[in-house]
């Protein structure tokens, strides 16, 4: 069995985050979504396990972060080129989310923008030329 990550993220409106999950290019796990949770799968080893508030807070005794106003976690992300990058930070802003909640980063070899879901859970998408990398050329 591949070693995989489960991201489970607290949110007020399970339906708008479902949105916005599949607009920057997750698919919905119907066998592991009901009406407190969404399955929404990033990639053969990724996952965002989408929790209702109150059904978040079976998991934990700690008090749920408000990601508006405070940040939790950065959840970095791989695209296959700085169109893709941008694609879906817009895709994402066009679903709920709010785009470029910090400046563009653009290193040359490396281009990063970010784009923060409907409850300010941060995402960063970022494109990288791995052989200009990793032959010294990225600053």
Known sequence: MPKMIF??????????????????????????????ASSMVWSDTITFQLLANDYFA??????????QA?????????????????????????AGGQSDVRERLDMGFMYNRCVADPDGHIFEFIWMDMDSAECGSAP
């Open 58 to 67: 079976t998991f934990t005794p700690r008090k749920i972060a408000n990601a």
């Open 7 to 36: 991201i489970n993220l607290p949110v007020t409106d399970l339906s708008a985050s479902t949105h916005f999950y599949e607009a920057i290019g997750c698919a919905k796990n119907e066998q592991f979504s009901d009406h407190q």
């Open 70 to 94: 405070s940040s939790e976690v950065l959840i970095a992300l791989t695209r296959d080129s700085r169109e893709a990058v941008d694609m879906t930070v817009e895709a994402g802003a066009g």
